[in-house]
Protein backbone atom coordinates (compact mmCIF):
# COMPACT_ATOMS: atom_id res chain seq x y z
CA UNK A 1 0.00 0.00 0.00
CA UNK A 2 1.29 3.32 -1.11
CA UNK A 3 2.31 6.59 0.81
CA UNK A 4 0.76 9.38 -1.07
CA UNK A 5 2.50 12.71 -0.63
CA UNK A 6 1.17 15.92 -2.01
CA UNK A 7 2.86 18.83 -2.58
CA UNK A 8 6.40 17.07 -3.62
CA UNK A 9 7.74 20.36 -4.53
CA UNK A 10 6.98 22.17 -1.66
CA UNK A 11 9.13 23.05 1.31
CA UNK A 12 7.78 20.67 3.76
CA UNK A 13 6.94 18.12 0.77
CA UNK A 14 10.27 17.78 -0.59
CA UNK A 15 11.47 17.10 2.79
CA UNK A 16 8.75 14.29 3.07
CA UNK A 17 9.55 12.92 -0.35
CA UNK A 18 13.60 12.88 0.67
CA UNK A 19 13.22 10.84 3.47
CA UNK A 20 10.99 8.19 2.18
CA UNK A 21 13.34 7.38 -0.54
CA UNK A 22 16.05 7.93 1.85
CA UNK A 23 13.83 5.18 4.11
CA UNK A 24 13.59 2.61 0.86
CA UNK A 25 10.19 3.90 0.37
CA UNK A 26 8.70 4.51 -3.61
CA UNK A 27 6.02 7.30 -2.73
CA UNK A 28 3.34 8.67 -4.71
CA UNK A 29 3.77 11.43 -5.35
CA UNK A 30 1.24 13.99 -6.91
CA UNK A 31 2.63 16.49 -8.88
CA UNK A 32 1.18 19.39 -11.59
CA UNK A 33 4.86 19.35 -13.17
CA UNK A 34 6.60 16.26 -12.53
CA UNK A 35 9.20 18.66 -14.23
CA UNK A 36 9.45 20.37 -10.97
CA UNK A 37 10.82 16.70 -9.68
CA UNK A 38 14.82 16.54 -10.03
CA UNK A 39 15.29 13.39 -12.51
CA UNK A 40 16.36 11.35 -9.33
CA UNK A 41 13.26 11.94 -7.13
CA UNK A 42 11.14 11.28 -10.58
CA UNK A 43 13.21 7.94 -11.75
CA UNK A 44 12.40 6.75 -7.61
CA UNK A 45 8.49 7.93 -6.94
CA UNK A 46 5.67 7.00 -8.16
CA UNK A 47 5.26 10.03 -10.64
CA UNK A 48 1.05 10.95 -10.77
CA UNK A 49 0.72 13.95 -13.04
CA UNK A 50 -2.21 16.07 -11.96
CA UNK A 51 -3.70 19.12 -10.35
CA UNK A 52 -4.88 18.85 -6.44
CA UNK A 53 -8.35 21.48 -7.83
CA UNK A 54 -9.07 18.33 -9.83
CA UNK A 55 -11.01 16.41 -7.64
CA UNK A 56 -11.16 13.06 -10.04
CA UNK A 57 -7.63 12.92 -9.71
CA UNK A 58 -7.43 13.57 -6.44
CA UNK A 59 -9.91 10.61 -5.59
CA UNK A 60 -7.77 8.39 -7.75
CA UNK A 61 -4.82 8.76 -6.67
CA UNK A 62 -5.07 8.47 -3.02
CA UNK A 63 -7.36 5.43 -3.53
CA UNK A 64 -5.60 2.14 -1.40
CA UNK A 65 -3.33 4.22 -0.15
CA UNK A 66 -1.51 3.57 3.36
CA UNK A 67 -1.02 7.27 4.38
CA UNK A 68 -1.65 10.43 2.59
CA UNK A 69 0.09 13.64 3.92
CA UNK A 70 -1.98 16.09 2.58
CA UNK A 71 -1.25 19.76 2.22
CA UNK A 72 -3.50 22.25 1.63
CA UNK A 73 -2.42 23.66 -1.74
CA UNK A 74 -4.73 26.86 -1.82
CA UNK A 75 -2.80 30.28 -2.48
CA UNK A 76 -3.63 32.98 0.04
CA UNK A 77 -4.75 35.01 -2.55
CA UNK A 78 -7.40 33.07 -4.37
CA UNK A 79 -11.38 34.78 -4.26
CA UNK A 80 -12.88 32.45 -0.96
CA UNK A 81 -9.35 30.69 0.16
CA UNK A 82 -11.41 28.80 2.96
CA UNK A 83 -14.01 27.50 0.52
CA UNK A 84 -11.61 26.58 -1.53
CA UNK A 85 -9.54 24.87 0.66
CA UNK A 86 -12.29 23.06 2.09
CA UNK A 87 -13.47 22.04 -1.74
CA UNK A 88 -9.94 21.33 -2.35
CA UNK A 89 -9.89 18.69 0.23
CA UNK A 90 -13.25 16.89 -0.34
CA UNK A 91 -12.31 14.16 -2.80
CA UNK A 92 -9.55 13.02 0.26
CA UNK A 93 -12.24 13.22 2.89
CA UNK A 94 -14.47 11.32 0.73
CA UNK A 95 -12.18 8.63 0.01
CA UNK A 96 -11.25 8.33 3.58
CA UNK A 97 -14.89 8.38 4.39
CA UNK A 98 -15.24 5.45 1.77
CA UNK A 99 -12.23 3.11 3.66
CA UNK A 100 -10.33 3.85 0.28
CA UNK A 101 -7.41 5.44 2.48
CA UNK A 102 -6.37 3.90 6.34
CA UNK A 103 -4.29 6.97 7.60
CA UNK A 104 -4.20 10.74 6.84
CA UNK A 105 -1.34 13.37 8.17
CA UNK A 106 -2.73 17.01 7.72
CA UNK A 107 -0.17 19.66 7.73
CA UNK A 108 -2.40 21.98 9.63
CA UNK A 109 -1.71 24.56 11.69
CA UNK A 110 -1.49 26.34 15.40
CA UNK A 111 -4.95 28.57 15.80
CA UNK A 112 -6.58 25.70 14.13
CA UNK A 113 -8.16 24.83 17.17
CA UNK A 114 -9.98 28.17 17.19
CA UNK A 115 -12.50 26.97 13.88
CA UNK A 116 -13.08 30.25 13.63
CA UNK A 117 -11.68 34.04 13.62
CA UNK A 118 -7.99 33.17 12.14
CA UNK A 119 -8.32 34.07 8.45
CA UNK A 120 -7.69 31.44 5.81
CA UNK A 121 -6.51 29.00 9.04
CA UNK A 122 -9.97 28.56 9.16
CA UNK A 123 -9.71 26.35 6.30
CA UNK A 124 -7.11 23.82 8.23
CA UNK A 125 -9.96 23.42 11.51
CA UNK A 126 -13.23 22.87 9.10
CA UNK A 127 -10.87 20.29 7.21
CA UNK A 128 -9.63 19.07 10.81
CA UNK A 129 -13.23 18.20 11.40
CA UNK A 130 -14.09 16.69 8.44
CA UNK A 131 -11.46 14.26 8.36
CA UNK A 132 -12.37 13.32 12.07
CA UNK A 133 -15.79 12.56 10.91
CA UNK A 134 -14.41 10.07 8.51
CA UNK A 135 -13.24 6.87 11.10
CA UNK A 136 -9.87 6.67 9.07
CA UNK A 137 -6.99 7.33 11.51
CA UNK A 138 -5.71 10.92 11.47
CA UNK A 139 -3.03 13.02 12.46
CA UNK A 140 -3.40 17.06 12.46
CA UNK A 141 0.09 18.67 12.62
CA UNK A 142 -0.04 21.76 13.87
CA UNK A 143 2.57 23.56 12.77
CA UNK A 144 3.78 27.03 13.99
CA UNK A 145 4.68 29.99 12.36
CA UNK A 146 7.14 29.11 9.58
CA UNK A 147 10.80 30.61 9.44
CA UNK A 148 10.23 31.19 5.31
CA UNK A 149 7.76 33.60 5.80
CA UNK A 150 10.57 35.78 6.35
CA UNK A 151 11.24 35.59 2.61
CA UNK A 152 8.13 36.86 1.87
CA UNK A 153 9.49 40.47 2.38
CA UNK A 154 13.25 40.05 1.41
CA UNK A 155 12.62 43.89 0.06
CA UNK A 156 12.20 45.12 3.96
CA UNK A 157 14.61 42.85 5.49
CA UNK A 158 17.65 44.22 2.79
CA UNK A 159 16.56 47.83 3.73
CA UNK A 160 17.09 46.61 7.58
CA UNK A 161 13.10 46.41 8.32
CA UNK A 162 10.91 43.39 9.48
CA UNK A 163 7.49 44.67 9.20
CA UNK A 164 4.57 42.78 11.31
CA UNK A 165 1.27 43.27 12.30
CA UNK A 166 1.43 40.90 15.36
CA UNK A 167 1.69 42.02 18.61
CA UNK A 168 5.22 42.62 18.97
CA UNK A 169 5.88 41.70 22.59
CA UNK A 170 3.07 38.09 22.21
CA UNK A 171 5.93 35.32 22.12
CA UNK A 172 4.79 32.53 19.34
CA UNK A 173 6.18 29.36 18.31
CA UNK A 174 8.42 29.54 15.03
CA UNK A 175 9.99 26.61 13.02
CA UNK A 176 12.00 25.33 10.05
CA UNK A 177 9.66 24.10 7.82
CA UNK A 178 12.40 21.37 6.93
CA UNK A 179 11.97 19.99 10.32
CA UNK A 180 7.70 19.73 10.21
CA UNK A 181 8.88 17.38 6.94
CA UNK A 182 11.24 15.46 9.07
CA UNK A 183 8.28 14.75 12.03
CA UNK A 184 5.78 14.56 8.95
CA UNK A 185 8.35 11.81 7.18
CA UNK A 186 8.25 9.87 10.50
CA UNK A 187 4.53 9.76 11.59
CA UNK A 188 4.13 8.57 7.78
CA UNK A 189 6.87 5.89 8.16
CA UNK A 190 5.14 4.36 11.00
CA UNK A 191 1.75 2.67 11.34
CA UNK A 192 1.41 1.69 14.83
CA UNK A 193 -0.70 4.74 15.50
CA UNK A 194 -4.43 5.20 15.62
CA UNK A 195 -7.83 6.99 15.58
CA UNK A 196 -7.44 10.80 15.70
CA UNK A 197 -4.31 12.95 17.02
CA UNK A 198 -3.41 16.55 16.88
CA UNK A 199 0.54 17.11 17.17
CA UNK A 200 1.82 20.36 17.25
CA UNK A 201 4.91 21.56 15.77
CA UNK A 202 6.52 24.10 17.40
CA UNK A 203 10.35 24.68 16.34
CA UNK A 204 13.13 25.05 18.89
CA UNK A 205 11.49 28.33 21.07
CA UNK A 206 8.54 30.98 20.95
CA UNK A 207 9.96 34.03 19.99
CA UNK A 208 8.34 37.45 19.92
CA UNK A 209 9.24 39.81 17.02
CA UNK A 210 11.63 41.82 18.82
CA UNK A 211 13.66 38.80 19.79
CA UNK A 212 13.39 38.24 15.79
CA UNK A 213 14.65 41.69 14.91
CA UNK A 214 17.63 40.90 17.45
CA UNK A 215 18.24 37.61 16.36
CA UNK A 216 18.56 38.32 12.82
CA UNK A 217 20.18 41.73 13.53
CA UNK A 218 23.32 39.12 14.19
CA UNK A 219 22.83 36.51 12.04
CA UNK A 220 22.89 38.87 9.07
CA UNK A 221 25.22 40.61 10.63
CA UNK A 222 23.45 43.97 10.31
CA UNK A 223 20.59 45.77 12.04
CA UNK A 224 16.96 45.18 11.81
CA UNK A 225 14.47 47.14 13.06
CA UNK A 226 10.97 46.14 13.99
CA UNK A 227 8.30 48.01 12.02
CA UNK A 228 5.01 47.05 13.86
CA UNK A 229 1.67 48.42 11.46
CA UNK A 230 -1.70 47.58 12.52
CA UNK A 231 -3.88 45.26 10.81
CA UNK A 232 -5.87 47.74 8.99
CA UNK A 233 -2.33 49.03 7.22
CA UNK A 234 -1.69 45.64 6.08
CA UNK A 235 -5.74 45.32 4.85
CA UNK A 236 -5.04 49.15 2.47
CA UNK A 237 -1.85 47.29 1.40
CA UNK A 238 -3.51 44.11 -0.01
CA UNK A 239 -6.48 46.07 -1.24
CA UNK A 240 -4.44 48.36 -3.27
CA UNK A 241 -2.27 45.16 -4.47
CA UNK A 242 -5.70 44.25 -5.97
CA UNK A 243 -6.14 41.05 -3.77
CA UNK A 244 -10.15 40.28 -3.72
CA UNK A 245 -11.83 40.81 -0.59
CA UNK A 246 -12.69 37.62 0.69
CA UNK A 247 -8.56 37.10 0.34
CA UNK A 248 -7.49 39.88 2.25
CA UNK A 249 -10.27 39.12 5.41
CA UNK A 250 -8.08 35.48 5.19
CA UNK A 251 -4.63 37.12 5.42
CA UNK A 252 -5.39 39.40 7.66
CA UNK A 253 -7.64 37.24 10.06
CA UNK A 254 -4.49 34.87 10.45
CA UNK A 255 -2.71 37.44 11.85
CA UNK A 256 -5.10 39.14 14.03
CA UNK A 257 -6.84 35.76 14.65
CA UNK A 258 -3.52 34.91 16.11
CA UNK A 259 -2.84 37.68 18.21
CA UNK A 260 -2.92 36.45 21.39
CA UNK A 261 -3.49 32.85 21.03
CA UNK A 262 -1.69 30.53 23.06
CA UNK A 263 -1.43 27.04 21.32
CA UNK A 264 -3.90 24.50 22.83
CA UNK A 265 -0.62 22.22 22.80
CA UNK A 266 1.46 22.53 25.07
CA UNK A 267 5.39 22.76 24.11
CA UNK A 268 6.75 19.31 25.02
CA UNK A 269 9.27 16.65 23.78
CA UNK A 270 7.12 15.87 20.85
CA UNK A 271 6.56 19.40 19.44
CA UNK A 272 9.88 21.13 19.97
CA UNK A 273 12.06 20.69 16.64
CA UNK A 274 15.97 21.30 16.62
CA UNK A 275 16.71 24.00 14.26
CA UNK A 276 17.11 27.28 16.01
CA UNK A 277 16.01 30.60 13.77
CA UNK A 278 19.60 31.90 14.18
CA UNK A 279 20.78 29.21 12.42
CA UNK A 280 18.35 28.87 9.23
CA UNK A 281 18.71 32.78 9.17
CA UNK A 282 22.64 32.56 8.73
CA UNK A 283 22.10 29.56 6.27
CA UNK A 284 19.20 30.23 4.32
CA UNK A 285 18.37 34.32 4.78
CA UNK A 286 22.01 35.84 4.68
CA UNK A 287 23.11 34.48 1.57
CA UNK A 288 19.48 35.83 -0.27
CA UNK A 289 20.14 38.98 1.19
CA UNK A 290 23.72 39.39 0.19
CA UNK A 291 22.79 38.26 -3.76
N1 LIG B 1 3.51 29.60 6.45
C1 LIG B 1 3.17 29.26 7.68
O1 LIG B 1 3.54 29.91 8.67
C2 LIG B 1 2.30 28.04 7.90
C3 LIG B 1 1.99 27.64 9.20
C4 LIG B 1 1.22 26.49 9.38
C5 LIG B 1 0.76 25.78 8.28
N2 LIG B 1 1.07 26.21 7.03
C6 LIG B 1 0.57 25.43 5.88
O2 LIG B 1 1.67 25.00 5.12
C7 LIG B 1 1.22 24.72 3.79
C8 LIG B 1 2.29 25.15 2.79
O3 LIG B 1 3.37 24.24 2.89
P1 LIG B 1 4.75 24.56 2.19
O4 LIG B 1 5.29 25.85 2.71
O5 LIG B 1 5.58 23.34 2.30
O6 LIG B 1 4.30 24.77 0.68
P2 LIG B 1 5.05 25.69 -0.40
O7 LIG B 1 6.51 25.51 -0.29
O8 LIG B 1 4.45 27.05 -0.34
O9 LIG B 1 4.62 25.02 -1.76
C9 LIG B 1 3.31 25.02 -2.23
C10 LIG B 1 3.12 23.67 -2.88
O10 LIG B 1 1.77 23.54 -3.33
C11 LIG B 1 1.80 23.04 -4.65
N3 LIG B 1 0.58 23.48 -5.30
C12 LIG B 1 0.05 24.71 -5.31
N4 LIG B 1 -1.12 24.71 -5.96
C13 LIG B 1 -1.34 23.43 -6.37
C14 LIG B 1 -2.38 22.78 -7.08
N5 LIG B 1 -3.46 23.46 -7.50
N6 LIG B 1 -2.27 21.45 -7.32
C15 LIG B 1 -1.18 20.76 -6.90
N7 LIG B 1 -0.17 21.31 -6.21
C16 LIG B 1 -0.24 22.63 -5.95
C17 LIG B 1 3.05 23.66 -5.25
O11 LIG B 1 3.40 22.92 -6.40
P3 LIG B 1 4.08 23.56 -7.72
O12 LIG B 1 5.51 23.11 -7.65
O13 LIG B 1 3.32 22.94 -8.82
O14 LIG B 1 3.92 25.06 -7.63
C18 LIG B 1 4.02 23.45 -4.09
O15 LIG B 1 4.48 22.12 -4.04
C19 LIG B 1 -0.12 25.42 3.61
O16 LIG B 1 -1.16 24.48 3.56
C20 LIG B 1 -0.24 26.25 4.90
O17 LIG B 1 -1.58 26.35 5.34
C21 LIG B 1 1.84 27.29 6.81
Not at 190 to 219: C, K, M, N, Y
Amino acid sequence: MAIVVTTPTGQVGSRVVRLLLQAGVRPRVLVRDPARLDGATRARADVRRGDLTDAGFVREAVAGARTVLWVDPTPHTVEDPVEVSLRTATPLVEAARAGEVDRVVLLSSVGAEKRHGVGHIDALGGIEERLDATGAHVLHLRCAYFFTNLLLDLEGLSKGVLTTAFDPDHAMPWVDPRDIGDVAAARLLADGWQGRIVQAVHGPEDLTFHQVARILSEALDRTIQLNAVSADAVRDTLREAGLPPSAVDGIVGMTTGSRDLVPEQPRDLLTTTPTPLAGWAHARLRPLLEE
